[in-house]
């Protein structure tokens, strides 16, 4: 049982390149989410998607799009890389939006130079 | 605007000690608080929650304490043990807005 996959695990990019993270759950849960985790802060919700076909801001919105695919998939795409978005970024997900708890994957580190 | 802080960055105990990690945070609105536990190269995992219409919540080694005048929450783990060396996030969210806050989370060291 996989729960929440997502790649790549590691990139490195220049700025003003871009990118798409990609996530998928296995676990037929409706609502997804990326987060983002800096050091000496919690982790900071960029996007989530309550159910197939929608997606919302986070907290930390601005240099992100993103795209839920299927009710498996939502991708978070950087179109041009600054070096304030080296992160780590984690994907979660949960069976529905007010579900309290949330699935991760296992992160993708992303740094930019 | 940190609207929950995880004032200790470390935590070192001695295995079968007490471990107790707090949590403060500032939103009134906040009524769900939960604890994810996160080892290296892996992501967080659910640990335990509580309602803010409770003030404690026990599952195995793990209790959760909830004071919501102090608006101050502290999770005890009894006895500790070296495998829960890991970084424990403390996190909050409100009934109408479901988006969750972290904590910037306390990396706990249990010795042999």
């Known amino acids: 049982n996989a729960g929440v996959t997502q790649t790549p695990k590691f990139q490195v990019l220049k700025t003003g390149q871009s990118m798409t993270l990609q996530c998928a759950q296995d676990?037929?849960?409706?609502?997804m989410y990326w987060y983002r985790q800096d050091p000496g802060m919690g982790l900071r919700l960029i996007y989530y998607s309550a159910s197939e076909g929608t997606t919302d801001k986070g907290e930390v919105p601005n240099g992100y799009n993103v795209s839920r695919l299927n009710k498996r998939e939502f991708s978070l795409r950087l179109e041009s890389a600054a070096p304030s978005q080296t992160s780590v970024y984690f994907c979660?997900?949960?069976?529905?939006?007010?579900?309290?708890?949330?699935?991760f994957g296992e992160g993708s580190r992303l740094t930019v130079l | 605007d940190q609207q929950v802080k995880q004032n200790s960055p470390s935590l070192s105990v001695q295995e079968g000690r007490i471990s107790i990690l707090n949590c403060d945070y500032t939103n009134s609105m906040f009524d769900y608080f939960l604890w994810y536990k996160k080892y290296p190269a892996e992501g967080p995992t659910f640990l335990i929650s509580i309602s803010s219409i409770k003030d404690k919540n026990e599952d195995g080694r793990f209790t959760v304490f909830l004071n919501k005048s102090a608006k101050h929450l502290s999770l005890h783990i009894v006895p500790s043990q070296p495998g829960d060396s890991a970084v424990y996030f403390c996190?909050?969210?409100?009934?109408?807005?479901?988006?969750?806050?972290f904590g910037a989370g306390t990396r706990l060291t249990v010795k042999p």
């Open positions: 979660a997900s949960s069976l529905i939006r007010t579900d309290r708890e949330l699935f």
């Open positions: 676990m037929n849960h409706n609502s």
């Open positions: 996190a909050a969210s409100a009934y109408n807005n479901n988006d969750m806050r």
